[in-house]
């Protein structure tokens, strides 16, 4: 694979391997401060502890919920809009529970669950 830098934006490439252009360093974000702010904020009336760091890279928010006995919960959301969800699944989950409780959440955020697929044989 090739990674496309302003450096080396006019090399050319072995034939047949991929090229992976790097996003614009002049990008747009989605969040500016105030928002990215304003979100820390409702995170932290609902009950996480939030960290906002301004790094070389952008804005990220880290929101923390540490329910008494339980592991952590973490949402990680950046200037650009990308966000994580980060949980411990609890001892004894089942694959099947594990899974079903991941559908859950990409349903939040898709607004519906992928259906199942047929698998090849």
């Given at each position: 694979m090739?990674?496309?830098t302003?450096?080396?934006?006019?090399?050319?490439?072995?034939?047949?391997?991929?090229?992976?252009?790097?996003?614009?360093?002049?990008a747009?974000?989605?969040?500016?401060?105030?928002?990215?702010?304003a979100?820390?904020?409702?995170?932290?009336?609902?009950?996480?502890?939030?960290?906002?760091?301004?790094?070389?890279?952008?804005?990220?928010?880290?929101?923390?919920?540490?329910?008494?006995?339980?592991?952590?919960?973490?949402?990680?959301?950046?200037?650009?809009g990308?966000?994580e969800?980060?949980?411990?699944?609890?001892?004894?989950?089942?694959?099947?529970?594990?899974?079903?409780?991941?559908?859950?959440?990409?349903?939040?955020?898709?607004g519906?669950?992928?259906?199942?697929?047929?698998r090849?044989?």
């Amino acid at each position: 694979m090739t990674v496309r830098t302003p450096a080396t934006a006019n090399s050319r490439q072995p034939e047949g391997e991929t090229t992976m252009t790097e996003p614009s360093l002049a990008a747009i974000a989605q969040y500016n401060g105030e928002h990215m702010r304003a979100m820390a904020a409702e995170l932290s009336a609902h009950g996480l502890i939030t960290h906002l760091t301004d790094a070389r890279a952008g804005l990220d928010l880290t929101a923390t919920l540490s329910p008494s006995g339980k592991r952590e919960a973490e949402i990680i959301i950046d200037e650009d809009g990308y966000a994580e969800l980060r949980y411990w699944n609890p001892p004894g989950t089942t694959p099947a529970e594990a899974t079903a409780t991941a559908l859950r959440a990409l349903s939040a955020v898709i607004g519906t669950a992928p259906g199942p697929r047929l698998r090849p044989q």
